[in-house]
């Protein structure tokens, strides 16, 4: 009875790749609660998928180089969350900047700001935080706007450099930076400058 949702459950999970996390709420579409909570507990079961946090799983990245499974992506794990309780997030300052590989430092909370309410949970080894305040970057419609513009200002205008600048191009495609430069129009001044720089081509070495 259960077995139409549960290929419907696994092809969109193979859809979203590697990394993704998820909760029920990310099928409710496919199918009653009952038939999709059956079908997240036979793949968790039969180790397709992985349990993270108590009603949230992933679908586990593996590493060649290591030969095993790696931890869980934590900004999917937040956003997972946010989409289950219908709360809108942006990371703070520390936690952009960690993400765009700003930071070699690995820190042990990662803190997201939320119109949802203050909660905290265990992921592995590190705590992820949510603190519930007034979004002041929520009217930009994409993810990376909020998580570029959070980086740039908790940096500071005076630390924006060329490395800076190359460091946070390469993690977005041409195209998507693009759609980030029209999104982040109405940012401060100085931002939407640093902006306007990522989004050109990268220099010829």
């Known amino acids: 009875m259960t077995k139409p949702v549960e290929h419907k459950v696994l092809s969109r999970i193979y859809g979203n790749g590697r990394g993704w996390a998820f909760s029920q709420a990310d099928f409710a579409d496919l199918g009653s609660r009952s038939a999709v909570d059956s079908s997240l507990f036979r793949l968790e079961k039969n180790e397709v ?5 108590r009603g949230v ?3 586990p990245r593996y590493s060649e180089f290591l030969q095993k499974t790696v931890v869980p992506d934590i900004d999917q794990v937040a956003h997972a969350l946010a989409r289950k309780f219908g709360w809108r997030i942006q990371p703070d300052g520390a936690t ?4 765009l590989g ?3 430092q690995v820190p042990a909370r990662i803190v997201y700001l939320s119109d949802g309410p203050n909660r905290s949970y265990a992921v592995g080894k590190q705590t992820l935080a949510f603190q519930h ?8 419609k994409l993810a990376q706007s909020r ?3 959070q980086a740039l200002k908790s940096l500071g205008e005076q630390r924006i450099n060329p490395k800076i600048v190359s460091k946070i191009r390469e993690q977005f495609d041409p195209a998507l930076r693009r759609k980030i430069l029209l ?4 940012s401060t001044g100085w931002v939407y400058a640093a902006i306007q720089e990522i ?7």
């Open 49 to 53: 998928i992985r349990r993270v946090i």
């Open 57 to 59: 799983y992933d679908y």
């Open 96 to 99: 952009a900047q960690n993400l």
């Open 102 to 104: 700003l930071s070699t």
């Open 133 to 140: 305040t007034a979004l002041k970057e929520s009217v930009f």
């Open 147 to 149: 998580l570029v513009v």
């Open 183 to 186: 999104d982040t129009k109405t």
């Open 199 to 205: 989004a050109k081509e990268a220099p010829h070495a």
